[in-house]
């Protein structure tokens, strides 16, 4: 094991394949992880999530009073 590798049993096999990790590769991960959450949060807050459900939530009311035969 090299200095600066970290032994994970069950992750990503390096190249190394001596069941060891490189550090780039967990701060690669990490770094995605991060911003996906950023991602997810902006969205969030903007409203664009809320915008969304709504658009969702009025098509279904929709197709019920279409169905219903209350929608023209």
């Known amino acids: 094991m090299k200095p600066g590798n970290i032994r994970l049993s069950r992750f990503i096999s390096s190249e190394a ?32 999530i809320a915008t969304l459900t709504d658009d969702a939530v009025s098509r279904v009311n929709w197709v019920a009073a279409k169905q219903a035969g209350t929608w023209n």
Do not use: H
């Open 17 to 48: 394949g001596d069941g060891t990790v490189e550090y780039g590769t967990i701060m690669t991960y990490s770094v995605i992880a991060v911003a996906l959450i950023i991602t997810i949060f902006n969205a969030a807050q903007s409203g664009l």
